[in-house]
């Protein structure tokens, strides 16, 4: 059977679903359909607003917490009607709701000064936990002592992700809410362990520094744990790299400990990968 695409009906009913669409996103500026019930209408709007509105207060529920239900809900309103997602997935949503924050949202007196920073620490969670990697476990093998580390090329789960902020995210609350910057940065570890459970670590500038150079540590020219340490030891100035290294030898244990760190490989591993 031939179907026919551009037939008057289909034309019309076309046209009907994009004044149903564009009536349920901003009902202020576009009139409900002809031939629609209003009570319907009501229906449907309600529905859709409902669902968006609950999804993004479950994934960002500490910035709901600090702002008014009316601001709440006029900036969920706003994205609602003016984003255009580039994806149908409704687990992204929320990353959409995260583009719209950065680059479509215009600042508001009231908006707090760490709105962005915090939503994106929230969406983190959500992110990592419906991340999809695969960890390749014949690619690295388990240290017996933490001596490997060093002698290794330590192998950071891709389940692990360093993170940096200019306020402390993760202390924000309903009770706390900065209103400046912090002079130093606020580092956190954000992994996934083996129980698939979402964990979130403050870490000094030397571990985050740390662990960013463990996983950027790819290609054919690997260092091990001591040359990596050894880097670290030149970028602080500091006179004693031993000391360095001795300190850094305990960080790799305890990232290796969470399974922030799986494992080492061998100069031979990585030449055969």
Request: glycine fraction near 4%; aromatic fraction near 10%; include cysteine.
């Amino acid at each position: 059977m031939n179907t026919t695409y551009n037939t008057p009906d289909r034309s019309d009913f076309v046209h009907l679903q994009y004044a149903f669409a564009a009536h349920i996103r901003d009902p202020e500026h576009n009139p409900c359909p002809e031939d629609v019930e209003a009570r319907r209408m009501k229906i449907y709007r309600e529905l859709f607003y409902n669902n968006v509105e609950g999804f993004m207060a479950s994934t960002y529920p500490v910035l709901r917490s600090i702002m008014p239900d009316q601001r709440w809900h006029a900036m969920i309103r706003d994205y609602y009607a003016k984003h255009q997602s580039h994806t149908p997935l409704f687990p992204e949503m929320p990353r959409e709701f995260l583009k719209y924050l950065e680059y479509e949202r215009k600042t508001e007196p009231d908006d707090p000064p760490f709105m962005l920073e915090l939503a994106h620490y929230e969406w983190v969670e959500l992110a990592l936990s419906i991340l999809d990697e695969k960890i390749d476990g014949n690619s690295f093998e388990i240290p017996d002592k933490s001596d490997d580390l060093l002698a290794g090329i330590p192998v950071a789960s891709p389940l692990a992700w360093v993170l940096g902020y200019h306020f402390p995210v993760h202390r924000i609350s309903a009770d706390f809410q900065p209103q400046t910057p912090d002079k130093q940065i606020t580092y956190l570890i954000v992994y996934r362990d083996v129980k698939d459970e979402i964990h979130f670590m403050e870490a000094n500038s030397v571990t985050a520094r740390l662990l960013q150079l463990i996983i950027d540590n790819t290609g054919h020219d690997c260092r091990n744990g001591k040359a990596l340490l050894e880097q670290i030891a030149v970028e602080l100035n500091h006179v004693q790299s031993d000391i360095v290294i001795e300190g850094g030898r305990v960080i790799l244990h305890d990232l290796m400990e969470r399974t922030i760190l799986l494992g080492v490989r061998s100069q031979h591993q990585i030449a055969t990968l």
